[in-house]
């Protein structure tokens, strides 16, 4: 006959490092799917009215206002750091496109009419200073390309060559993924 095995008693703190260790295991799991449905969910509900006040400009295209970041729907302006080419030498379009949107808002309060949040979370809106359509403005002056609106005045900038095209440029969306910048 074969010999019969004893079993070992289970201690208790083996049973509790096990079920310490599932519980570590579940919270981190928890916090992961947090953490990617936190990216993804809007920050906070769009305001019915949309957003006005002074506006403290991050590019030619998108500012701080009222605790929210704010980007002009229907048009892209060149990152703040990025440089284009006129007359064979390098010039700041991006710094330039962000003055030229001071110079559109002239001190005045700048009103957004608010059309929906983006996955980054900023309000995606048309603004206007003064009764004047920024994003349009911006575009026709040259200083942000048509993305989804403004075709138009584009072309205006483009045939009277203002701004960006007055020169050579990198589209601002090509030029953020070859730098491995977020949209």
Known sequence: MGRMQLKRPVSRRSVVRT??????????????????????????????????????????????????????????????RQTCQRQGRDWPCGEEARRELQRQINGMKVTCEVHERDQHRRLLGTCRAGGKNLNAAMVEQGYAVAFGGYEAEERVARNAKRGLWSGEFERPRDWRHKNGIGQ
Request: charged share 20%.
């Open 19 to 80: 079920i310490l260790t599932g519980i570590g295991l579940a919270i981190v799991a928890l916090l992961n799917q947090w953490m990617e449905s936190d990216k993804s969910g809007p920050a906070a509900p769009i305001p019915a009215d949309g957003v006005t006040g002074v506006p403290r400009l991050v590019d030619g295209d998108s500012f701080h206002m009222n605790g929210d970041e704010v980007r002009m729907k229907g048009i892209d302006a060149p990152e703040g």
